[in-house]
């Protein structure tokens, strides 16, 4: 029997989704509404797949992927969500997530997707597959004493940068990306480094000018 936890604050998706599921006679399905009876029961108890609803109240689907894989690393979960995941889709990938499923999806695609996490496969739907480009930007810095020498700015470093032109602080960036304030102090240092600035103001004015941030929400 393949056990699957379900986390979903809402009962009728819940329910719904485990009725579909269970259609298959060697699946069984286990609903929670909440993230902290998932953090409680996946301690105590195994599943071979979990399913989170992206977005819940007090701890998301990706923090709850990133709390579990923590205690179970080994741990299969897709993310089972309506929203558009493609903004998100790097910090999902680095939480552990083994792919990605949608609320439309019909009972087939949600029962092939599982099979596919049981054998640890990725699960990704086309039609993101086809937007992912690695953004990795190459740019040439116009210092003279750094005249011919390139440096890199990844996504991550990108949205970062963003935030910050956006004026906030390194406490809201990290509450919005999810990580530690630390780990955003780390990759300011490094983005200061490879821009070649000082200070904040500096990155923005530089990352204006190279085209690295959205002029439209400069503050």
């Given amino acids: 029997m393949v056990r699957i936890l379900l986390v979903d604050d809402h009962p009728s998706v819940g329910e719904g989704t485990k009725n579909m599921i269970e259609q298959d006679p060697d699946m069984e399905v286990t609903v929670l509404m909440s993230a902290m009876e998932a953090l409680d029961l996946v301690e105590d108890e195994r599943f071979d797949v979990m399913l989170f609803d992206l977005n819940m109240p007090v701890i998301s689907g990706i923090e709850l992927t990133k709390r579990i894989m923590k205690i179970k690393p080994e741990s299969r979960i897709l993310i089972y969500t309506g929203y558009e995941i493609s903004p998100n889709f790097n910090i999902l990938v680095e939480s ?97 480094e490879k821009l070649n600035v000082r200070s904040r103001s500096e990155a923005i004015v530089e990352a204006r000018r190279l085209g690295l941030i959205r002029t439209g929400e400069f503050v």
């Fill in 96 to 192: 552990g997530v083994s792919g990605v499923v949608s609320k439309t999806a019909t009972r087939d695609q949600l029962l092939n997707s599982i099979r596919c996490v049981l054998r640890d496969e990725a699960v990704i739907p086309v039609s993101l597959l086809r937007q992912l480009r690695r953004r990795e930007i190459r740019l040439s810095q116009g210092r003279e004493e750094k005249s011919m020498e390139e440096v890199s700015i990844n996504e991550r470093e990108q949205e970062i940068l963003q935030e910050v032109s956006s004026g906030s602080s390194n406490k809201d960036i990290a509450s919005k990306m999810l990580m530690s304030q630390r780990t955003v102090e780390y990759n300011l240092t490094r983005i200061f």
